[in-house]
């Protein structure tokens, strides 16, 4: 079996630690430390592992890095964490992959030049099947520019806003927002469906969200893609695409 990748996780709310449940589980990866705001009431280990939650208001990235060295870092804390640990990560070669779907222009442009010397992939959003979705919509767009094209998207009673994710198919498939439907009602954690009307048949993806550690899922897929990688700015699409490619080379 190949090394394990060595991880550090930064934040520890409800999507890291749903995130810390999947990377603790699978064998291709060590989850060495968690790093959070403040580590004071909660448990000192993440559950069921030795995994250390570590509190940046006592120590630095620096200090991090140096005394439990990692190949990767894995981000679900919010946008101020890349200035703190980039020039870490940039010294190190220490590989990003970050999850934050706040980054200014001004964090991103930051986030590329970490990936002139290291590799780097931002993504706002990081479930496998969103993504997978996305690029399959696109490429039945292509070949069927002709079709009828709908967004369905379903959310729990009090989500306010059209969703970030049915947005960014619409524009994805330069399809007016007009066409997106927007449910409410009861718990539904995020329904999104594509529908596509040939004159002949109907088409439909759809992606159901169950649990939080999808996003999980998501990092694990982008750490060992990226792992294959050169040093570079990366997208979620990019990673995929480049697995099609090899796919359809074989
Ligand atoms: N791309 C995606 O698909 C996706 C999915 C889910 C979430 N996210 C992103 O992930 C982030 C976290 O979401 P969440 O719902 O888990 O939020 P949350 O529950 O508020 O948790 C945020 C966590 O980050 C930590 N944190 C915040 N600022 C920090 C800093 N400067 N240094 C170190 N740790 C810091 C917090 O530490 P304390 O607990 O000590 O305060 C907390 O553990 C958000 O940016 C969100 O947009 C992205």
């Not at 190949?2 to 990866?29: C, H, T």
């Not at 969103?130 to 070949?143: P, Q, Y």
């Not at 990226?226 to 997208?235: E, I, R, W």
Request: hydrophobic share 40%; with cysteine.
């Amino acid at each position: 079996m190949s090394k394990k990748i060595r991880i550090g996780l930064v934040g520890y709310g409800k999507a890291g630690k749903a995130v810390a449940n999947v990377l603790s589980n699978d064998l291709r990866f060590e989850l060495r430390w968690i790093a959070r705001h403040s580590a004071s009431a909660e448990p000192r280990n993440h559950p069921d592992t030795d995994t250390p939650i570590i509190g940046l208001e006592q120590r630095s990235f620096a200090d991090l890095f140096e005394a439990m060295p990692v190949d990767a870092v894995v981000d679900f804390s919010s946008r101020e964490s890349l200035h703190a640990y980039g020039e870490e990560v940039r010294k190190r070669g220490v590989a990003l992959v970050s999850a934050i779907s706040a980054y200014s222009e001004d964090d991103l442009d930051y986030a590329r030049s970490l990936g002139r010397d290291t590799r780097v992939l931002c993504s706002p959003n990081i479930t496998l099947g969103i993504n997978f979705l996305i690029v399959a919509a696109n490429l039945l767009r292509k070949a069927a520019p002709f079709a009828d094209v709908n967004i369905v998207e379903q959310h729990f009673r009090d989500k306010p806003e059209i969703s970030g994710t049915a947005r960014k198919i619409a524009e994805t498939l330069e399809v007016d927002e007009g066409q997106i439907t927007s449910l409410r009602f009861g718990g539904i954690v995020g329904h999104h469906e594509v529908i596509f009307g040939f004159p002949h048949q109907t088409v439909r993806l759809i992606h159901d969200s169950i649990r939080r550690e999808a996003f999980g899922t998501g990092a694990a897929f982008a750490l060992e893609h990226l792992a294959g990688c050169a040093n570079g700015f990366y997208t979620f699409d990019d990673l995929l695409l480049r697995l099609m490619r090899a796919e359809l080379l074989q």
